[in-house]
C-alpha cells in the first residue's frame, strides 16, 4: 500500500465520496443519469451538501495552487530563415 492511497483511506467517507463525485464531474464522462445520482446524494443530509462543498473548495484551491506554480513560459525568438525570400 502506498502512502497516498493510505492516506485517503483515512479519509472521512463523506469527503472521500464527495472528491469522487468531484473528479468524475471534471472527467467530461459525468452522464444525466449521473446528475441526478449526485443530486440525490447531496440532498440526502447536509452533512453530503457540505462535504460535496468542501471537495469543490479543494478541487478549485488545488487548481490554484497549480495555475500560480506555472512557471510562465520562455519568450520564443523566431530563426532567421535559411530560404530565399519571396519576389
Do not use: N, Y
Request: hydrophobic content about 40%; overall charge positive.
Amino acid at each position: 500500500m502506498t502512502k497516498r492511497s493510505h492516506q485517503i483511506d483515512h479519509l472521512d467517507p463523506l469527503i472521500r465520496d464527495a472528491l469522487s463525485w468531484v473528479i468524475l464531474l471534471k472527467s467530461g464522462e459525468a452522464t444525466l443519469d449521473d446528475a441526478e445520482q449526485l443530486m440525490d446524494w447531496r440532498a440526502r443530509s447536509s452533512a453530503h451538501e457540505e462535504a460535496f462543498r468542501d471537495a469543490v473548495r479543494c478541487w478549485r484551491s488545488i487548481g490554484a495552487a497549480l495555475a500560480g506554480s506555472r512557471a510562465a513560459p520562455a519568450p520564443r525568438q523566431r530563426r532567421k530563415s535559411k530560404s530565399k525570400p519571396r519576389a
